[in-house]
């Protein structure tokens, strides 16, 4: 099987601009919980047009708190179509889970239809992001948001895309008990957080330097 990272990195060595697109609810969006500090776009924005040099890239983010992935769908137009971009990134799941066991088909059926959508449109390069790992004490989502983890995974592989595993990265923490560190509340990253997920996403897409202003940030 063919490596789903290799189109993106013809593409960047092909390209002097780019279009770069995230998507998804308020972890994406960087709401409130960032404090003022820059969020894991943010900070993926200063990696790629500041430190790789890429000036001319444009990086957007559409995405919106309290979104699903029914959100993007019925939002499509405008926060993904209009932009064409050229890689898609996308995290959502966190708020879908609250649905529980019997909503993971639904929300399966549902990304498989985004990710067609986008591609009748045009034909980006698909970054599927599974969500980050969060506290016990949300009970809502904290039972289900495994299976919902492993769902993007598997629409990750059935349609091609490229996989950044948040979830699978957070685990050292979870494991460790100090996943706290990483929260602003039960759900949502902190400034650390937020690192944390710039380096797991730049990594995964061969774009991390762990000696540059970004990759030094501190993560606990």
Not at 5 to 17: C, E, G
Request: charged letters at 20%.
């Amino acid at each position: 099987m063919s490596d789903p990272l290799h189109p993106l990195v013809a593409l960047i060595n092909q390209n002097d601009r780019l279009r770069w697109l995230f998507a998804g609810d308020s972890i994406t969006q960087g709401a409130l919980h960032t404090m003022g500090w820059r969020d894991y776009t943010e900070l993926f924005a200063e990696r790629t047009r500041w430190e790789m040099q890429r000036m001319r890239d444009c990086v957007i983010n559409t995405a919106v708190s309290g979104w699903r992935v029914s959100s993007i769908l019925h939002d499509l137009q405008w926060s993904i179509l209009q932009h064409r971009p050229d890689v898609l990134l996308v995290n959502i799941g966190m708020n879908d889970c609250v649905a529980g066991l019997t909503g993971v088909a639904e929300f399966q059926h549902l990304y498989l239809e985004l990710i067609q959508r986008v591609r009748e449109k045009s034909d980006p390069i698909i970054v599927i992001q599974t969500p980050n790992q969060i506290l016990p004490s949300d009970a809502l989502r904290a039972p289900h948001l495994p299976d919902y983890a492993n769902a993007a995974r598997t629409i990750a592989q059935q349609t091609g895309s490229i996989v950044i595993d948040h979830f699978q990265a957070w685990e050292p923490w979870h494991g460790g008990g100090t996943l706290a560190l990483l929260l602003s509340d039960a759900l949502h990253p902190n400034e650390c957080g937020h690192r944390l997920m710039a380096r797991t996403l730049l990594s995964g897409l061969g774009m991390w330097d762990g000696l540059s202003r970004v990759g030094r940030l501190f993560v606990p």
